[in-house]
């Protein structure tokens, strides 16, 4: 009996899983990857438009806040900030799984986000910095690079694969 043909696949990979569903995947978490290194660029002015906001909203009920309190506050909605983000970004890195082991609403779920990502980037007015408009320029391009090789014909033919039977988690 013969081995079944592996050209076109990855090396390491599970059998079947085409190379462009392996670069999708190594792309995808590039892509979370810099989005983290976005947010860190984002975080020192997002925690002035905390501090103004918790001090508008304290002033604007006629309640002044104290500077400690003001500080206590904002450090914690900036800390509420950061564990949303790493569980965020802990969700996108479980879909990159799921879309590797071929589950097709990982594809569409990406697709859909990353779409939502470069309309969100186009229509943005002035970021943070402009390091920032870059970093979300590379994220939003390796995002696009994970949708064209998730459609490729080997990949689409991967993922169709993946509605006909069940298939363990590959991890």
Do not use: C, H
């Amino acid at each position: 009996m013969a081995a079944p043909d592996q050209s076109g696949r990855s090396g390491g990979g599970k059998p079947g899983r085409p190379v462009d569903v392996t670069k999708a995947f190594a792309l995808w978490l590039a892509s979370v990857a810099v989005s983290l290194v976005g947010q860190l660029i984002a975080y020192p002015a997002a925690s002035g438009m905390v501090r103004e906001a918790v001090q508008r909203g304290a002033e604007s009920s006629g309640s002044p806040i104290a500077p400690a309190e003001l500080e206590t506050i904002t450090r914690i909605g900036l800390a509420l900030g950061v564990v949303f983000i790493v569980l965020l970004a802990a969700v996108w890195v479980l879909v990159g799984f799921k879309m590797r082991a071929g589950r097709n609403w990982a594809r569409i779920l990406i697709t859909v986000v990353t779409v939502l990502g470069v309309i969100s980037m186009l229509t943005a007015a002035n970021g943070f910095s402009s390091l920032a408009a870059i970093v979300s320029l590379v994220q939003n391009l390796l995002a696009i690079a994970v949708v064209v090789y998730m459609y490729r014909s080997e990949s689409s033919a991967y993922f169709s694969k993946s509605k006909s039977g069940p298939r363990k988690t590959d991890w």
